[in-house]
């Protein structure tokens, strides 16, 4: 056996050692005595598992590492490259100090612009439940808005204030379900801008009239504007046909819609009570239910 012999197998024997991937083609590249102590310092290489879609990596003998191509899943369910990046299609690792390092680039993940195919049973309504996610959230920004203006030491109404935050609360948690559930089912939740709201602002100018009441009302039509587009997503997947989804129709009946319906009642009941105030005891009927909003 020539000494040339030798070398070969030893490499091929180191190599197979840390042959996870596929890269036996590699195998009778002639791979500098450098880059093979290298290589044997670092041990075995792992590909990272990357969030979505697969890595395929093969070693290179030229740069003496690995590198990784990611595949992943499309709308069809075919695999296909697809690099995140610009400038990157792989992402290559080598052994520095012991241990198998990405090179410094941009890391190359699949972009989520579809559901993912095995969980993609009737996805529907994604989109709506994306934008009833939005929804929930900016009318949630809107009751935090006035949540802290009722609590404005010129206008100095606890118990409103508690009220708002109170829906405020109820909508981020409500938000938060929904956007837990459409992972569930494999889908994705794009968060929008929310714009600020100036309705507290507008209040602030009738500071010395039913601010209480006005406050509520503009709550009260947030709200029932909530709960008209979760009705009408429930009577969406009600509907026989492809959009049929029992699955969300019973999500949506025990999450949101019970509760919708509770806070739309109290506070139509707040200011059913408001409105029967005269004017002149208006000041007396904001502070009593005021109070109670505290109990
Ligand atoms: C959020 O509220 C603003 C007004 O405050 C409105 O213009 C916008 O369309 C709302 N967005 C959603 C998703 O409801
Ligand atoms: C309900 O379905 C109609 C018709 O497909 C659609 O235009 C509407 O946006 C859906 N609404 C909601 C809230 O899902």
């Not at 938000?175 to 494999?186: E, I, Q």
Request: aromatic share 8%.
């Amino acid at each position: 056996m020539s000494l040339h012999t030798g070398v070969l197998l030893i490499l091929m024997v180191t190599i197979s050692s840390i042959q996870p991937t596929d890269y036996s083609r590699d195998a009778n590249v002639e791979i500098s005595s450098r880059c093979q102590k290298r290589v044997k310092r670092c041990g075995q290489f792992k590909p990272p598992k990357p969030e979505m879609g697969e890595m395929s990596c093969s070693f290179s003998a030229r740069t003496c590492g690995f590198a990784c191509d990611l595949i992943c899943p499309t709308p069809e369910g075919k695999t296909a490259l697809v690099l995140n990046q610009k400038r990157h299609g792989r992402d290559m690792y080598l052994c520095t100090a012991g241990n198998w390092k990405r090179r410094e680039t941009p890391q190359t993940f699949c972009k989520a612009q579809w559901p993912v195919k095995e969980v993609r049973q009737n996805l529907h309504h994604v989109e709506n439940l994306n934008g009833l996610v939005n929804k929930l959230l900016n009318t949630s920004y809107f009751y935090l808005g006035m949540a802290s203006f009722y609590e404005r030491a010129d206008v100095a109404l606890p118990g409103f204030s508690k009220l708002m935050t109170d829906l405020w609360s109820a909508d981020q948690s409500h938000a938060r379900d929904l956007m837990s559930y459409v992972n569930k089912r494999g889908g994705y939740i794009t968060l929008y801008d929310i714009p600020r709201t100036p309705s507290h602002e507008v209040l602030l100018l009738k500071l010395s009239s039913r601010i209480g009441q006005a406050g509520v009302e503009m709550a009260l039509q947030a709200a029932r504007e909530v709960n008209e587009q979760v009705l009408e997503l429930h009577k969406n997947a009600t509907l026989p046909g492809d959009s049929n989804d029992p699955h969300l129709k019973h999500a949506l009946e025990d999450g949101l819609l019970s509760s919708k319906v509770e806070l739309i009642k109290k506070l139509a009941d707040v200011d059913r009570r408001l409105h029967a105030f005269p004017e002149e005891d208006y000041a007396v009927g904001e502070y009593v239910l005021d109070q109670e909003q505290l109990g």
